[in-house]
């Protein structure tokens, strides 16, 4: 029984030591099987939604719907038309006061992004049973920008390039 369980403990710290090491690697070979065949950017006809409270900017599909603005103006959120699949995409930012230098150095070295404009920030994927959302997460100063991209977790395949798009032409003016 306790070389079992010595052998089981092995087997876990090699399991876990795996699904650690796979993080970036897994996370790109989970993304380079999202691929679209129907969403081209070039496509698609673009409207674009600015922020004059933050100031930001992003494209979005000119056939998607607006819930509206948010009471206190610091983003909106869009819907596929008709709101097929629970389809729908997310902005908004809000001021963050006291960031300390220990933030700003920890928050620079987790940046894996870089929007066309050439701002730097993370871009993260939250995947569940139901949804898959991808997350654009940028700081500027006292001001933290969100984008987010969400689906069904089973067709979030359809909506990545979209989404990634998207998160690319993300604008601070």
Request: with cysteine; charged share 15%; hydrophobic share 30%.
């Amino acid at each position: 029984m306790y070389i079992a369980v010595l052998k089981t403990r092995r087997w876990m710290r090699v399991i876990a030591g795996a699904v650690s090491s796979i993080g970036t690697i897994g996370t790109a070979m989970i993304l380079s099987g999202c691929t679209i065949n129907n969403i081209y950017p070039s496509e698609v006809s673009w409207k674009t939604y600015s922020n004059t409270h933050y100031s930001f900017e992003f494209p979005y599909p000119s056939n998607w719907n607006s819930s509206g603005n948010s009471d206190n103006n610091d983003g909106i959120a869009f819907v596929t038309p008709n709101n097929r699949n629970n389809v729908e995409m997310r902005a908004w930012a809000s001021k963050h006061l006291g960031v300390s230098l220990q933030e700003e150095y920890s928050r620079q070295q987790t940046q894996n992004f870089q929007t066309a404009e050439g701002v730097f920030g993370v871009l993260s994927l939250d995947v569940s049973q139901q949804t898959t959302s991808m997350t654009l997460t940028i700081t500027q100063g006292q001001v933290k920008y969100y984008w987010r991209g969400e689906s069904n977790s089973k067709e979030f395949k359809e909506y990545y390039r979209l989404f990634y798009y998207i998160a690319q032409q993300y604008k601070i003016n």
